[in-house]
């Protein structure tokens, strides 16, 4: 099994900036894509980003030019900086990876999540 625990979660003012880390723990051979995304109460899970094991990223057009994914291959680490937060950027934020681990193969694994609120 892959364990991913999420942190870096919290209150912000409108404007401000949140770091969230996720590291992934386990039997783990490799980690290709992992990601972010998020539910707001009442909504959906949406995808806010994505980034390849060779660092190919995606966004979530609410998101682009404020939020940067990167990862930390040798960690096992996915990080997502938010800048100029909004008070519509307040969700639950869980991480997500596609990881290859020996017997069950490839599958994917979600964290347990890390609340993000942001005030006006």
């Known amino acids: 099994q892959v364990q991913l625990v999420e942190s870096g979660g919290g209150l912000v003012q409108a404007g401000g900036s949140l770091r969230l880390s996720c590291g992934a723990s386990?039997?783990?051979?490799?980690?290709?894509?992992m990601g972010w995304f998020r539910q707001a109460p009442g909504k959906q899970r949406e995808l806010v980003a994505r980034?390849?094991?060779?660092?190919?990223?995606n966004y979530a057009d609410s998101v682009k030019g404020r939020f940067t994914i990167s990862r930390d291959n040798a960690k096992n680490t996915v990080y997502l900086q938010m800048n100029s937060l909004k008070p519509e950027d307040t969700a639950v934020y869980y991480c997500n990876a596609d990881a290859f681990i020996p017997v069950a193969g490839r599958m994917e694994y979600w964290g347990k999540g890390t609340l993000v609120t942001v005030s006006s």
């Open positions: 980034i390849t094991r060779v660092n190919i990223t």
């Open positions: 386990g039997s783990i051979v490799k980690i290709y894509d």
